[in-house]
């Protein structure tokens, strides 16, 4: 059993108005904690996907575990700004200001982003980067080196595809009536777009930052050269102006693309009130 996608938007936007009336230092807290979550999620598609010679396969590896991180998100209770998105719904309805909107985007971004770099020191310091011979790390870097090469048109509309695959899996869980239904609801549209390689401004707080501070360890820098990975371009700069930025707008372009259509489908105004 489950709702109906008209049951679903009235749920969306029911929801918004919570997280839109929500504190910013709850906001702070809970954005921290979907900023740990993901990056778990990301931590173990490195991982796993470190020591598989085959790109593909190692690819799809990463993208079968990721989707725990918003697993997390979903059920233990949690703000993440790019399901956040979803917010817009409650706008465009009519039902949420647009500054209580921001608020919430604001608040959850950088709590986010907090969250996503404590993981970053956490395991950075923990010895995950030097598992398999230091291949994690040599793994960390790569992603990391791949995503601050990417031009800002191709960044932007990567994010725009992430984005609609992450509402359309936050959207489908709250269809769902069970833990184990919503988990299953999202699990295919985010290994989806992790399979497709699209671009993910949460997860990026931490695969990015991850590899920059990879690199600072001589052992881990000299592995990473010697695989042919382009550690120069793995800068802070990169970080923000190349990568964080144009996702970060493709995300919210994404998720106004769900919120719109769905608005203009669902949740129609009674014509006779």
């Known amino acids: 059993m489950m709702y109906s996608p008209k049951e679903i938007a009235g749920q969306t936007v029911n929801i918004g108005k919570g997280k839109a009336s929500n504190t910013p230092f709850n906001l702070l807290l809970l954005g921290f904690m979907a900023g740990m979550f993901i990056a778990f999620g990301a931590v173990a598609a490195n991982t796993i996907s470190a020591t598989i010679p085959i790109a593909s396969v190692a690819k799809a590896a990463g993208a ?25 719904l409650g706008v465009f309805s009519g039902e949420i200001k647009p500054i209580d909107m921001i608020k919430n ?99 990026n707080m931490y695969f990015i930052p991850a590899g920059i501070i990879a690199k600072t360890n001589p052992a881990f820098l000299a592995a990473a050269l010697e695989a042919g990975k382009n550690a120069d371009i793995v800068t802070w700069g990169n970080f923000f102006g190349a990568n964080l930025l144009p996702v970060t707008i493709g995300n919210i372009i994404g998720g106004g693309i769900v919120a719109l259509v769905y608005r203009l489908v669902f949740v129609k105004k009674d014509k006779t009130t």
Not at 120 to 130: D, E, Q
Not at 133 to 146: E, K, L, Q, R
Not at 170 to 198: C, D, E, N, R
């Open 64 to 88: 079968a575990v990721f989707p725990v991180g918003l697993a997390m998100v979903l059920i233990a209770g949690s703000e993440l700004f790019t399901g956040n998105c979803l917010i817009m």
């Open 105 to 203: 985007w604001v608040c959850v971004y950088i709590g986010n982003f907090i969250g996503g770099m404590f993981v970053c020191a956490i395991t950075f310091m923990s010895g995950n980067f030097a598992l398999f011979n230091n291949a994690v790390a040599v793994n960390t870097i790569g992603a990391a080196a791949s995503k601050c090469s990417m031009d800002f048109t191709a960044a932007l509309c990567s994010g725009i595809m992430c984005n609609i695959l992450v509402c359309i899996a936050v959207w489908m869980s709250f269809g769902a009536k069970s833990v184990g239904a919503k988990i299953a609801a999202m699990y295919l549209p985010v290994m989806t777009f992790v399979l497709a390689g699209f671009e993910h401004s949460v997860a």
